[in-house]
């Protein structure tokens, strides 16, 4: 069955950096989009990036352009997601997702499959 598996959420001090990882497992990694949300306390779930099957094509919420980048590793069936300049709003519960093999990878709906998520605590 499908797995996605995140780590590398923590705390840290408004301007730091992190690095989200997600391990995917039980599916052609490589023919499906992938992508980042996050949900803060009482806030709906947002995207945060997504990428497409290749890692050619990216996408951002306005919110982080500029300071994440998101990446895959189809030879290893891993996600990636560098955060930098973090800021106090950007704390919330981040997870890994599986998108479609066809159609638009920036759509939530189309995203059928989550990991557990990765705590991302920013302090000020």
Same mark, same amino acid.
């Given at each position: 069955? @499908?797995?996605?598996?995140?780590? #590398?959420?923590? !705390?840290?001090?408004?301007?730091? !950096?992190?690095?989200?990882?997600? %391990?995917?497992?039980?599916? +052609? =990694? !490589?023919?499906?989009?992938?992508?980042?949300?996050?949900? %803060?306390?009482?806030?709906?779930?947002?995207?945060?990036?997504?990428?497409?099957? #290749?890692?050619? *094509?990216?996408?951002? %919420?306005?919110?982080?352009?500029?300071?994440? +980048?998101?990446?895959?590793?189809?030879?290893?069936?891993? $996600? =990636? $997601?560098?955060?930098?300049? $973090?800021?106090?709003?950007? +704390?919330?519960?981040? =997870?890994?997702?599986?998108?479609?093999?066809?159609?638009?990878?920036?759509?939530?709906?189309? =995203?059928?499959?989550?990991?557990?998520?990765?705590?991302? *605590? @920013?302090?000020?």
């Amino acid at each position: 069955q @499908v797995q996605l598996v995140e780590s #590398g959420g923590g !705390s840290v001090q408004a301007g730091g !950096s992190l690095r989200l990882s997600c %391990a995917a497992s039980g599916y +052609t =990694y !490589s023919q499906h989009c992938m992508g980042w949300f996050r949900q %803060a306390p009482g806030k709906e779930r947002e995207g945060v990036a997504q990428i497409n099957r #290749g890692g050619a *094509t990216t996408y951002y %919420a306005d919110s982080v352009k500029g300071r994440f +980048t998101i990446s895959r590793d189809n030879a290893k069936n891993m $996600l =990636y $997601l560098q955060m930098n300049s $973090l800021k106090p709003e950007d +704390t919330a519960m981040y =997870y890994c997702a599986r998108g479609p093999v066809l159609g638009d990878c920036q759509r939530q709906s189309a =995203y059928s499959d989550w990991g557990q998520g990765a705590q991302v *605590t @920013v302090s000020s």
